[in-house]
């Protein structure tokens, strides 16, 4: 079975059998994982002449939005995220998948799968959540903000009705994490904060039925639905992206704060969460901001918290930076390591090193990791098998 | 307020019919030789831009729906000022037109529907210059007109129409975008294959009205409705996004001619259509220069703004300062000093 299944066929089951974890992974390290990239969207391909845009029946992905204000005038305020877009009556706001109509704001992506994958969840990455398992990974149209160096803008930053995209709703994205052998449900490609409703319901669907639920998010949400919405995951990954405001304005459209903020709410949450920061060549790559990064961390989220540096790959309106060199990696690392954080690892660069995970106390390796896959996982019980050292994360289902 | 009837719809659908057939018969060559060169900077004397300002008190005759006659009449009488020069007058319309469009051009007419039938381009104006356009002998089937979406277009009134010999009418969702990115500046954005694949040159339609976030709509900012990810370019007042959007090549070498619909005109409320806050401003603004003429447009609504007793836009904050980023040396889409406009009235 080919590991290029279209997302109708993963989601309306006429790829056939179910994926097996051995040949989906076969076909991740030999694609995606060589680069560190994920293929994860079916491409938005022109709709052809003649043909409707939407072949769904689009009132079926229409809920009524949870966050969100009414305003005078029929317009709105959103409160998902800290953008708080005013929208007027027919009009969206910024992340493009939610509307006002008369008065009433709706999510127009609810159960709108756009892309539907099993992925590993080192790929997330997640390297402290049960290595070595696989993820029913999703995502829908839209995104409330625009990186410059978004992989997967073709669906990030469209409209829902641009995507083709399959119906999948709640109960519907349990089975089929079922039917895949996943024991993760995995809301992640574009950004889930622009699907909330949409990720909680699955998350609900799938708790029900025994199957855990993992948010790869930019954590530029509002604490309120950031609380609501992730509050029903196990674990987060939060993309932070530089650790300057002024980055974040000119490279993001969105702000570091606040992101910045949900990190700590997280934490008070007692959430699992990682961090990953992508390293782009001159923009972001400073042994200052690398600093000021780490020690931020520790104070405020603690050592343990893993932080991922990860290697940027030319892409969407970028393409005129080069690859992250690795010794930019290894640096940022260094800075890390100095600081006295404990998991710094080093993504997107097959082989190196930096991607297992070593006790922090005897400097053993625990869990070793060749391309998406987990090869040894020598924690027991949370533990470092040879200091005993606790070793923080979600280690066994 | 303008609706379509019935008699206006089949008005439109038989012109654009005894068009195509007109064609046929025609021929005509020699029209294609003779054909000045195309105006892509205004031609008036010095340096300024002209922006025409045409009104017909009697445009809706006694009733609110635009009469058709005398649009085409509204819409002659503007052409024909904008492109006389130097006190030659222009004997008849279709030479205006033969000063912008060459016979085989495909040409596509950008109009605006979000506001429905209370507030979007009329009906009645695309059909008078579909008229027009095929009496400068562009076919009928090479003239297409567009928004984002068809079910926008038929709510403003218009019918769809795609293939056989007749106007073409449709949106982009039946065709989509291009895969590729265009990207200037700020912008990275997919366009739509109505621009890319079924015109070399646009002709754009907008409406004169209020805007939320961006102080006004009109020229500049009715591009946002021919790419994928409007939503992403409304921060800061859309500034410098409309500005970087109108520089995308693929725009700025199809732009020929805006001619603004202020039939209706709104002050206030904007973008969707609030009835308490439109005016029948019974006019058409027409210039080469969007620039210019977007910043025409802002002081109309701003002296009805005044008239009404409310706030300057800057004053509210929301001023349309993507016009002079417009209009600044890195783009130099057009001139927003009223010094170096000129506005004529007829």
């Keep these: 079975m080919?590991?290029?299944?279209?997302?109708?066929?993963?989601?309306?089951?006429?790829?056939?059998?179910?994926?097996?974890?051995?040949?989906?992974l076969k076909c991740a390290l030999a694609s995606g994982a060589a680069l560190g990239m994920t293929s994860v969207a079916e491409p938005a391909a022109?709709?052809?002449?003649?043909?409707?845009?939407?072949?769904?029946?689009?009132?079926?992905?229409v809920v009524e939005a949870k966050f969100y204000q009414k305003l005078q005038n029929r317009k709105i305020k959103c409160k998902l995220c800290p953008r708080e877009c005013t929208v007027g009556d027919k009009e969206r706001g910024y992340c493009g998948v939610r509307e006002n109509r008369s008065g009433t704001y709706y999510t127009l992506v609810h159960s709108r799968v756009a892309a539907a994958h099993v992925d590993p969840v080192e790929k997330k990455p997640l390297f402290h959540y049960l290595p070595g398992s696989v993820a029913f990974s999703l995502g829908t149209a839209g995104c409330n903000v625009n990186c410059k160096f978004c992989q997967n803008w073709d669906i990030s930053q469209s409209r829902p009705e641009q995507v083709p995209a399959q119906y999948a709703p709640p109960q519907r994205v349990a089975e089929l994490a079922k039917q895949y052998n996943c024991p993760t449900i995995a809301f992640t490609y574009s950004e889930p904060v622009v699907f909330s409703e949409f990720l909680m319901d699955a998350a609900d669907a799938g708790h029900a039925a025994g199957i855990r639920s993992i948010v790869v998010s930019n954590g530029y949400m509002q604490e309120d639905a950031l609380k609501a919405a992730y509050g029903k995951m196990d674990a987060v990954k939060i993309d932070l992206k530089s650790f300057s405001e002024n980055y974040y304005r000119q490279v993001v459209t969105g702000q570091l704060k606040p992101v910045l903020d949900s990190l700590v709410t997280l934490r008070k949450m007692g959430k699992w969460t990682e961090i990953v920061y992508l390293v782009l060549p001159t923009l972001n790559d400073s042994d200052q901001e690398f600093r000021g990064l780490a020690q931020w961390v520790k104070a405020n989220l603690g050592a343990d918290v893993p932080l991922h540096f990860t290697q940027f790959h030319p892409e969407y309106l970028l393409k005129n930076l080069p690859i992250t060199p690795v010794p930019t990696l290894e640096r940022a690392k260094a800075i890390a390591d100095a600081e006295g954080l404990h998991y710094v690892y080093i993504g997107n660069v097959p082989g190196h090193p930096a991607q297992n995970t070593y006790c922090p106390k005897c400097k053993k390796m625990l869990v070793e990791r060749v391309g998406f896959t987990a090869g040894k996982m020598l924690i027991r019980k949370n533990k470092c098998p040879f200091c005993q050292e606790q070793i923080p994360g979600i280690w066994h289902a | 307020m303008s609706?379509?009837?019935?008699?206006?719809?089949?008005?439109f659908l038989r012109k654009s019919l005894a068009g195509a057939a007109l064609l046929c018969a025609g021929g005509a060559t020699g029209a294609l030789a003779a054909a000045e060169p195309v105006v892509t900077e205004s031609s008036a004397a010095g340096m300024k831009?002209?922006?025409v300002v045409a009104r017909d008190e009697l445009l809706r005759g006694t009733g609110s729906t635009v009469d058709s006659h005398r649009m085409l009449a509204l819409l002659d009488?503007?052409?024909?000022?904008?492109?006389?020069?130097?006190?030659?007058?222009?004997?008849?319309?279709?030479?205006?037109w033969r000063n912008l469009?060459?016979?085989?051009e495909m040409v596509s007419l950008k109009v605006n529907t979000l506001g429905g039938r209370g507030i979007?381009?009329?009906?009645?104006?695309?059909?008078?210059?579909?008229e027009r356009l095929q009496e400068a002998e562009i076919k009928a089937s090479d003239i297409v007109v567009w928004d984002r979406d068809s079910t926008e277009l038929e709510r403003a009134g218009f019918h769809l129409a795609m293939g056989g010999e007749r106007v073409q009418c449709f949106g982009t969702d039946r065709v989509g975008y291009e895969e590729e990115l265009a990207a200037y500046g700020n912008v990275g954005s997919r366009l739509s294959k109505i621009l890319t694949q079924r015109s070399n040159l646009l002709i754009n339609l907008p409406v004169l009205k209020d805007h939320d976030g961006a102080g006004v709509t009109i020229a500049l900012k009715n591009m946002y409705g021919i790419i994928n990810n409007p939503n992403k370019y409304h921060p800061n007042g859309c500034n410098p996004y409309v500005a970087d959007l109108n520089m995308l090549p693929e725009i700025r070498s199809r732009m020929r001619l805006t001619i603004c619909d202020a039939t209706t005109a709104m002050y206030e409320g904007g973008p969707g259509y609030k009835p308490e806050h439109s005016w029948n401003a019974n006019s058409l603004l027409v210039s080469t220069d969007p620039v210019a003429l977007d910043h025409t447009g802002w002081q109309i609504i701003e002296r009805k703004r005044a008239e009404?007793?409310?706030?300057?836009?800057?004053a509210e904050e929301r001023a349309p300062h993507y016009i002079a980023t417009a209009a600044d040396a890195e783009h130099h889409l057009g001139r927003n000093d009223p010094r170096k406009i000129s506005i004529v009235e007829v």
């Design chain 2, 308 to 314: 009404k007793g409310l706030k300057t836009l800057e």
């Design chain 2, 77 to 96: 009488r503007a052409m024909q000022a904008l492109f006389s020069r130097d006190h030659a007058h222009l004997d008849h319309a279709v030479e205006a």
């Design chain 1, 46 to 61: 022109a709709i052809p002449s003649g043909a409707a845009s939407e072949t769904e029946d689009n009132a079926r992905f």
């Design chain 1, 2 to 24: 080919s590991c290029d299944l279209k997302i109708e066929e993963i989601i309306n089951g006429r790829g056939g059998s179910a994926l097996d974890r051995r040949s989906f």
């Design chain 2, 120 to 130: 979007s381009t009329n009906v009645q104006l695309v059909a008078a210059i579909c």
């Design chain 2, 3 to 11: 609706t379509l009837d019935k008699d206006s719809r089949r008005s």
């Design chain 2, 49 to 51: 831009s002209r922006v």
């Design chain 2, 101 to 104: 469009v060459r016979p085989g």
